[in-house]
């Protein structure tokens, strides 16, 4: 089993800055992808950003230009810095990991984190 602990969620205004954490850990060969998504209250998760074991990155349209992430590979952490932050940010942040338990296959599987809180007043 693999188990994900986020990080760094909190309470700031509007314009402010945040940096979550996620730690994998547990029966890891190698991560494929790990991905942060945000669930909004009464709204859908929503994939917020994610990058690849050989860094590369995707973001929403929402978040680019403002929010970062970056990983440890060695540590099999991930990090999403987010800076101007908005009201509309406000939302449980979930990080993802696409994870293989042997390097020799091509199967990922996915674990998920239970997710911290991001709090953003006007």
């Known amino acids: 089993q693999v188990q994900l602990v986020e990080s760094g969620g909190g309470s700031v205004q509007a314009g402010g800055s945040l940096k979550l954490s996620c730690a994998a850990s547990?029966?890891?060969?190698?991560?494929?992808?790990m991905t942060w998504y945000r669930q909004a209250l009464g709204k859908e998760r929503e994939l917020v950003s994610s990058?690849?074991?050989?860094?590369?990155?995707t973001y929403a349209d929402s978040v680019k230009g403002r929010f970062t992430i970056s990983q440890d590979v060695a540590k099999k952490e991930v990090y999403l810095q987010m800076n101007s932050l908005e009201s509309e940010d406000t939302a449980m942040y979930y990080c993802?990991?696409?994870?293989?338990?042997?390097?020799?296959?091509?199967?990922?599987?996915?674990?998920w984190g239970r997710g911290t809180q991001v709090t953003i007043s006007p």
């Open positions: 993802a990991a696409d994870t293989k338990t042997s390097i020799s296959s091509n199967i990922c599987t996915r674990f």
């Open positions: 990058i690849t074991r050989d860094g590369t990155t």
């Open positions: 547990g029966y890891i060969a190698s991560v494929c992808r």
